[in-house]
């Protein structure tokens, strides 16, 4: 079975000792899975292309002849410490799917590919989803190669490191124009599907990605002695940033959304010091958009209650993958497969608000945990989630 032996070839690349991955873009990890997928690409005989992003495309039939085509595959890096499943899933999937149908003597009406999108997790240069945001034009080039990783390492830098030509980087048509639809296969990164019934839940359909938003939270103080000061006497920024992250909770919980302050920034920062000045960052998703307002209103209330500021940094609307397409995928899969909606981000999410027919099949992680090594699908799983993409992919390219 080629899934097993692909993810037996993936399983050393950029493992740290932790048993997690650091496979970030364009350094030597990613180099090797690069090679790996245009090995992958090769001895199947299949068209390689890499885009203008550097995004590698394995076609099987000539999509500007006989296209658009059918895209399945995902991406191949990982975020810090990440999982084996988020992004690999997908790829390795993809090339399984393929051998099935080949397998079985299945001749395509239309040309399919598998994809590997570059740069998803964004762990290096901060922008997740840089592959498929430059070839759609929801990045610039110009902004995405001035972009730097930890070291100071512009983007341009990298990939002139990596042997591109970061001149060619900008928003790719040709590519675009190729793809009829795309089906992303991911691990899911939640338990939705642990908690149904097992007999029918182990690859669930997609059904949006959650309206999310960051939101940049000032709130003063007044620094002074931490010995010589009395309670009463102080203006303490930390106080109120510990009231505002409370209200975030409540408010998340009342609101059936998800809250999470995960970055903090404290002036002038002395153990001896009473705060001055406490940024902290607010994340706030959830799958009713209103109710996700709802949440950073109720917070922005008690910020400004305590003399602070809220300044709204992103805001993303529901991104919804195609109806039609969503339907036609359960209409093949069964009646009974489950329909989720999804709090994480996905290149699958860019190419739907670029207007691209998309879709998604997400496979049942037992405890939801993602990005971290403790990320996991059975190997059954796994094997009915190539199983599921092969149905779709013969139903779509018949
Ligand atoms: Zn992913």
Same mark, same amino acid.
């Given at each position: 079975m080629s899934f097993d032996r692909m993810w037996a070839d993936l399983a050393p690349v950029g493992r740290a000792t932790t048993g997690g991955y650091r496979r970030y873009a364009w350094t030597a990890e990613d180099h090797t899975l690069r090679e790996w997928f245009a090995g992958e690409a090769v001895a199947r005989g299949l068209g390689l292309v890499e885009d203008r992003m550097g995004n590698q495309w394995a076609w099987w039939g000539d999509p500007d002849a006989d296209g658009p085509g059918v895209v399945i595959g995902s991406h191949l890096d990982s975020v810090p410490d990440g999982g084996a499943y988020d992004g690999p899933l997908g790829?390795?999937?993809?090339?399984?799917?393929?051998?099935?149908?080949?397998?079985?003597?299945?001749?395509?009406?239309?040309?399919?590919?598998?994809?590997?999108?570059?740069?998803?997790?964004g762990a290096r240069f901060g922008v997740a989803c840089a592959g498929s945001r430059v070839i759609t034009g929801a990045m610039t080039a110009d902004r995405a190669l001035g972009l730097t990783d930890g070291d100071g390492v512009t983007m341009a830098?990298?990939?002139?490191?990596?042997?591109?030509? &970061?001149? !060619?980087?900008?928003?790719?048509?040709? @590519?675009?124009?190729?793809?009829? /639809?795309?089906?992303? =296969?991911?691990?899911? %990164?939640?338990?939705?599907?642990?908690?149904?019934?097992?007999?029918?839940?182990?690859?669930?359909?997609?059904?949006?990605?959650?309206?999310?938003?960051?939101?940049?939270?000032?709130? &003063?103080? !007044?620094?002074?002695?931490?010995?010589? @000061?009395?309670?009463?006497d102080r /203006?303490?920024?930390? =106080?109120?940033?510990? %009231?505002?992250?409370?209200?975030?909770r409540s408010a998340a919980v009342a609101g059936g959304c998800v809250a999470t302050t995960g970055k903090v920034e404290v002036e002038p920062g002395g153990v001896n010091a009473i705060p001055s000045h406490v940024r902290l960052w607010l994340d706030a998703r959830g799958a009713d958009q209103n109710a996700v307002r709802a949440t950073v209103s109720a917070v922005a209330e008690v910020v400004h209650r305590l003399g602070g500021t809220l300044r709204e940094e992103s805001w993303t609307d529901t991104t919804r993958f195609d109806t039609d397409l969503a339907g036609r995928l359960r209409t093949a899969l069964g009646a009974d497969t489950p329909m989720l909606g999804t709090g994480a981000g996905h290149d699958a999410g860019v190419l739907a608000t670029a207007g691209?027919?998309?879709?998604?099949?997400?496979?049942?992680?037992?405890?939801?945990v993602s990005h971290s090594p403790a990320e996991f699908a059975e190997r059954d799983d796994c094997l009915r989630g190539v199983d599921a993409l092969t149905t779709v992919v013969r139903d779509l390219a018949s």
């Open positions: 790829v390795v999937s993809a090339f399984a799917a393929l051998d099935a149908l080949r397998d079985s003597g299945f001749r395509p009406a239309r040309p399919i590919a598998v994809v590997n999108f570059g740069d998803e997790e830098e990298a990939l002139r490191h990596a042997g591109r030509a &970061p001149e !060619t980087l900008g928003r790719d048509d040709e @590519t675009l124009r190729r793809i009829g /639809q795309f089906v992303e =296969l991911h691990v899911e %990164q939640g338990r939705a599907l642990a908690d149904l019934d097992p007999a029918t839940s182990a690859v669930a359909v997609g059904t949006d990605i959650w309206p999310h938003g960051r939101w940049r939270l000032d709130l &003063p103080g !007044t620094a002074n002695h931490a010995g010589t @000061t009395a309670l009463a /203006q303490d920024a930390m =106080l109120s940033a510990a %009231q505002v992250v409370l209200e975030a691209t027919p998309t879709a998604m099949l997400f496979v049942r992680n037992p405890t939801g």
